[in-house]
């Protein structure tokens, strides 16, 4: 994960970062593959043992290929799944209990995929490729599924701070994030519903 996605990467010490707030390790080094993927209008990075499977459209030209957002943001997941079982049941009790929306939406996307928009492509593309930041927020669409969009907005300052002070991932700072999560759900915002277009 170095010079092939050009000068913006830098990935070592973000990462080093990432698996300091979530106190998990980042379990292995993987090499990227792309593939073209018939029938395939978005693109998606998938692990599969030390590789990360990239599925590209085929129309898109080798120049145009995605960036390491979308693999950084499939590497966080590996990261947030590497946490300890007890921490986990620890974080996700607190998030859950007084998330009113917790019944009306799965587990994932309560919590997991929203953190892990905000550190695999918002904050990441903000410190290292403020370019193509600023077109994706102009889009507004970082995810496609608008429970997800709107958390892990509304997340990115929160863990953008976090990330900055060094903290870890706790109970209050997860606490926080369902305060958010609550609040979100108050103005009926859909936890199952996605983005059009």
């Known amino acids: 994960m170095r010079h092939s996605f050009g000068p913006f990467c830098q990935p070592d010490e973000y990462l080093r970062k990432i698996t300091h707030f979530f106190k998990a390790p980042l379990g292995k080094k993987y090499t990227v593959l792309y593939t073209?993927?018939?029938?395939?209008?978005?693109?998606?990075?998938?692990?599969?043992?030390?590789?990360?499977?990239?599925?590209?459209?085929?129309?898109?030209?080798?120049?145009?290929?995605?960036?390491?957002d979308i693999v950084l943001y499939s590497i966080i997941h590996n990261i947030s799944a590497h946490q300890s079982l007890e921490q986990k049941q620890q974080l996700s009790e607190v998030f859950l209990k007084k998330f009113k929306g917790r019944k009306k939406i799965d587990r994932l996307k309560a919590l997991e995929e929203p953190l892990a928009v905000p550190f695999g492509e918002i904050l990441y593309l903000k410190k290292f490729n403020p370019v193509l930041y600023h077109n994706q927020k102009y889009h507004m669409n970082w995810y496609n599924h608008v429970w997800i969009n709107m958390f892990a907005k509304l997340l990115a300052p929160l863990l953008e701070e976090a990330y900055d002070k060094g903290d870890v991932i706790n109970p209050a700072l997860v606490e926080t994030m369902s305060d958010i999560a609550e609040e979100l759900y108050k103005v009926s915002v859909d936890p199952n519903q996605k983005v059009r277009g």
Do not use: H, Y
């Not at 998938?46 to 990239?54: N, S, Y």
């Open 36 to 68: 073209w993927f018939p029938l395939k209008n978005e693109t998606a990075a998938f692990p599969e043992g030390e590789f990360i499977i990239m599925q590209c459209a085929p129309d898109i030209s080798v120049d145009r290929m995605p960036g390491p």
